[in-house]
């Protein structure tokens, strides 16, 4: 795996979706580690990156449960944003 290309993660749902992107890429690669160990008869190896492979399965979930909050924040924030306009415009309060 080489290094991301980006040095700026722009905002934090940006740099979620990112880490979600290079999680994922990760898992591939050890399912392939995996496979091949498999295929050469090197159980220690397999059992050894099959363990790690469990602990991205769980990194993977945790990382998609957070941008999916994030993700309900900024909606939030959005209708937040709509509904405070037409009260600053009348000058009323909410």
């Given at each position: 795996?080489k290094?991301?290309?980006?040095?700026?993660?722009?905002?934090?749902?940006?740099?979620l979706?990112?880490?979600?992107?290079?999680?994922?890429?990760?898992?591939?690669?050890?399912?392939?580690?995996?496979?091949?160990?498999?295929?050469?008869?090197?159980?220690?190896?397999?059992?050894?990156?099959?363990?790690?492979l469990?602990?991205?399965?769980?990194?993977?979930?945790?990382?998609?449960?957070?941008?999916?909050?994030?993700k309900?924040?900024?909606?939030?924030?959005?209708?937040?944003?709509?509904?405070?306009?037409?009260?600053?415009?009348?000058?009323e309060?909410?």
């Open positions: 795996m290094r991301p290309d980006r040095d700026n993660w722009g905002s934090g749902s940006q740099a979706r990112s880490a979600l992107q290079l999680e994922i890429m990760l898992s591939k690669v050890l399912q392939d580690l995996k496979t091949l160990a498999s295929e050469n008869n090197e159980a220690a190896l397999s059992d050894c990156v099959g363990e790690f469990d602990k991205q399965m769980k990194d993977i979930a945790s990382l998609e449960y957070h941008l999916g909050c994030w309900e924040l900024e909606e939030l924030a959005q209708w937040e944003t709509l509904f405070e306009k037409p009260a600053a415009a009348s000058g309060e909410i």
